[in-house]
T-cell receptor, first 116, second 114 residues
Framework: NAGVTQTPKFQVLKTGQSMTLQCAQD?????MSWYRQDPGMGLRLIHY???????DQGEVPNGYNVSRSTTEDFPLRLLSAAPSQTSVYFC???????????????FGSGTRLTVV | GNSVTQMEGPVTLSEEAFLTINCTYT??????LFWYVQYPGEGLQLLLK?????DKGSNKGFEATYRKETTSFHLEKGSVQVSDSAVYFC?????????????FGRGTQLTVWP
C-alpha cells in the first residue's frame, strides 16, 4: 500500500543509548518531516527535508540528527537518548504544486518511544 | 511568522449535534489550510483541505471554508456521530521561504456520546 512506513512502532531505550527511527515513503514526495507529539504540546517539528540531500531544522532539533540520501527514506537518529525524548514520533511526506499550493501531508502511524 | 490558533477542548457533544471547531491563522504568504484527524492510538489523517480563498474543503460530512478576510478555517459538521470522536488539528503550509513546513494548532479533543 502506498504511504509512509515507520519502524519500529514501539521502542524502549535506556538513557544514553542511541537509535534510529526509520521512515520510508513510496509516493515520490519531495518533502519529508519528523514531528514529536507530547500531551498538551501538540505536534512540534523536529527536522524536515525539501529533497534528497537537503535538510533543515525545525522547532526542536536538539538531540536529533537526520539525513536524506534518497527521496524515499528519511531516518531520524537519537544521538544519546534522554527521558525528555520520551514521546510519539511521526514522519510525514508531501508534494507541492507549482506555485506552492500543497496536496497535504501523509503521516506514518508513529513510533512510541520511552526513554528510561 | 506563521501560526495556527484553534479553540481549546475538550468538546463534548451528543450524537447528531452540530459541531464547530474554530481555527484562525497567521501567515506571511498565501497558505494552504488543512484539517487533520487523529483517532485514538493512530497517526494523523488528512480530513480536508483548501488551497485558496473561498475554497470549501469537505469530506465525510465535515466542511471548512477558507476565509481570507477573517483569516479563518472553521471546521463544521451538521450531525456528529460517536465514530467522530477524535482529536482534530488545524494546520497550514505557506509558500515562499517556509515552503514544506506544516504549522499545527494545539488540537481539539472531540468526544461524542450516544
Amino acid at each position: 500500500n502506498a504511504g509512509v512506513t515507520q519502524t519500529p512502532k514501539f521502542q524502549v531505550l535506556k538513557t544514553g543509548q542511541s537509535m534510529t527511527l526509520q521512515c520510508a515513503q513510496d509516493m515520490n514526495h519531495e518533502y519529508m518531516s519528523w514531528y514529536r507529539q507530547d500531551p498538551g504540546m501538540g505536534l512540534r517539528l523536529i527536522h524536515y527535508s525539501v529533497g534528497a540531500g537537503i535538510t533543515d531544522q525545525g522547532e526542536v532539533p536538539n538531540g536529533y540528527n537526520v539525513s536524506r540520501s534518497t527521496t524515499e527514506d528519511f531516518p531520524l537518529r537519537l544521538l544519546s537518548a534522554a527521558p525528555s525524548q520520551t514521546s510519539v514520533y511521526f514522519c510525514a511526506s508531501s508534494s507541492f504544486r507549482r506555485g506552492g499550493a500543497s496536496y497535504g501531508y501523509t503521516f506514518g502511524s508513529g513510533t512510541r518511544l520511552t526513554v528510561v | 511568522g506563521n501560526s495556527v490558533t484553534q479553540m481549546e477542548g475538550p468538546v463534548t457533544l451528543s450524537e447528531e449535534a452540530f459541531l464547530t471547531i474554530n481555527c484562525t491563522y497567521t501567515a506571511t504568504g498565501y497558505p494552504s489550510l488543512f484539517w487533520y484527524v487523529q483517532y485514538p492510538g493512530e497517526g494523523l489523517q488528512l480530513l480536508l483541505k483548501a488551497t485558496k480563498a473561498d475554497d470549501k474543503g469537505s469530506n465525510k460530512g465535515f466542511e471548512a471554508t477558507y476565509r481570507k478576510e477573517t483569516t479563518s478555517f472553521h471546521l463544521e459538521k451538521g450531525s456528529v456521530q460517536v465514530s467522530d470522536s477524535a482529536v482534530y488539528f488545524c494546520a497550514l503550509t505557506d509558500r515562499g521561504s517556509t515552503l514544506g513546513r506544516l504549522y499545527f494548532g494545539r488540537g481539539t479533543q472531540l468526544t461524542v456520546w450516544p
